[in-house]
């Protein structure tokens, strides 16, 4: 779909081509000026931020860009479906019994372990969060320990998570849970 409208004291033809609005016009000095806009943005945005808005030496130059631009967004939306099929495709091997954990924190090292209590389905899992233990391996700071997890000794209630397609479970931003490989993890604190 293509249109022509007059503006002030110029021409500007308006093309939407995959969800891309292209608005070509001539500056003020005669050069070819470019604006690219996402045409499926939300009703009543009146004034969209530009994906590109750019002058040009020649209009070759501005046409090459555009084409560069509608190529990168097709490849971006096949990488977009490609990851949808992957994602619907995905299914954890966890079992009950497997161990989770969890390392995070700001001024210390929060570590937390889960053990696998039931999968529901193949993207799903059920855990419960379980106790830990401090090892005897120096760490060489009284305010930290190396820790290792306590499977069945059970202190959190079930909750059930997506297990997304690394292997992570989410339980908060800044708070994902991995696959235990086995080895104590390294944890801190405050008085």
Not at 75 to 87: D, F, L, S, W, Y
């Amino acid at each position: 779909m293509s249109t022509l409208t007059e503006t002030t004291s110029k021409a500007e033809r308006r093309e939407t081509i995959n969800g891309l609005e292209i608005i070509r016009r001539a500056w003020t000095n005669g050069r070819p000026w470019i604006t690219i806009l996402n045409a499926n943005r939300k009703p009543g945005t009146l004034i969209p931020k530009p994906i590109l808005n750019l002058t040009f030496q020649t209009w070759e130059r501005a046409e090459e860009r555009i084409r560069e631009e509608l190529a990168a967004r097709a490849a971006r939306e096949e990488q977009k479906k490609k990851r949808a099929e992957e994602r619907l495709a995905y299914a954890h091997d966890y079992k009950p019994g497997d161990i989770l954990h969890t390392s995070w924190g700001y001024d210390q090292t929060n570590i937390e372990f889960f053990q696998v209590v039931a999968v529901p389905s193949s993207k799903s899992i059920t855990v419960r969060e379980i106790a830990q233990r401090h090892t005897d391996k120096p760490t060489g700071n009284d305010m930290a320990a190396f820790t290792m997890p306590v499977p069945g000794d059970f202190i959190g209630a079930a909750v059930t998570k997506r297990v997304s397609p690394s292997g992570s479970i989410k339980f908060a931003s800044y708070r994902y849970a991995w696959r235990w490989d086995g080895r104590e993890r390294y944890c801190s604190w405050y008085a």
